[in-house]
């Protein structure tokens, strides 16, 4: 039987243990994987920059790999960033194929994940940061909608078949469609890397088919820059309405020149900045929101001056 001096002095040996297992649940990142679908999307781009840069303002180490599209490349780069003991994961998925392989694998190590962009379907992080694109696609398309006199041929030119944002500006879209009977689609093909040359190619190939196409809904500025130079080149004689959506940097610079018409332009600085945000809080044992969306700002050639000159 324990008398009181015994179970005192088992109860001060026990506060040292007590204590380090409490560091050993509340501690510092210091090291933080970043996982990008790829980096000659200027959207990613974005985002990688701002990560990085905010990081180092926090004494935080990141390492960076590209996938340059390839699922089956992500989930290796990945294993092997979860090698390097990093303290979380920041993910933005090169596909909808394979896309929570990554995310089980860290979750296993018990490392905290953060998806940007692209959610992992049957696997989601500990929190998803991205912007609002069933809004946002919404009010893009219903102002080309309106530009265009609420009636016309239209082509939509998708994103990679699947992803979080593809399916989401479908969406949007969609649903701003319902309201303009008198526009019709009348064709639409989904890319794989949401480029320029994409857009050019796939534009053309539709317009070959439709050439009486007066609207364009392409799911990336990359996209929709291609889409304006397959217009140019088909010379339809017409005005074609184009829309984009990112707000790329360069995009912004040719929807100022007139190129195209509208885009949505994402907070790509602020999505990098909630990301390591994230990771601090989640690494120290904290909270965060399972979604946390953000606003797209409707870009034409009117306010498209400040977002040239401070992108959010």
Known sequence: MFNRRTVMMATAALIPFLALSGMAQAKDAKKIGLAVANLQANFFNQIKQSVEAYAKEKGIEVVTVDAKGDSATQVSQVEDLLTQGIDALIYIPAGATAASVPTKAAKAAGIPVINVD???????????????????????????????????????????????????????????????????????????????????????????????????????????????????????????????????????????????????????????????????????????????????TLTTKDNVEGFIANHP
């Open 118 to 296: 692209r959610n992992a379907d049957g696997a989601p992080g500990d929190t998803f940061i991205a912007t609002d694109s069933v809004s946002s696609a919404k009010a893009v398309c219903d102002y080309i909608a309106k530009q265009a006199g609420g009636k016309g041929d239209m082509l939509i030119i998708h994103g990679q078949k699947g992803t979080t944002p593809e399916v989401d500006r479908s969406k949007g879209c969609a649903d701003a469609l319902a309201a303009y009977p008198d526009i019709k689609i009348v064709g639409e093909q989904w890319s794989q890397m949401w480029s320029q040359d994409e857009g050019f190619k796939l534009t053309q190939d539709l317009l070959q088919a439709n050439p009486s196409v007066s609207i364009i809904f392409a799911q990336a500025d990359g996209l929709a820059l291609g889409a304006a130079q397959a217009v140019k080149v088909a010379n339809t004689g017409s005005k074609v309405w184009i829309a984009g959506f990112d707000g790329d940097t360069a995009a912004l610079e040719a929807l100022q020149k007139g190129v195209f018409d509208v885009t949505a332009t994402q907070q790509t600085q602020g999505m990098g900045r909630m990301a390591v945000d994230a990771a601090i809080a989640l690494v120290s044992g904290g909270t965060v929101p399972a979604e946390q969306l953000q606003d797209a």
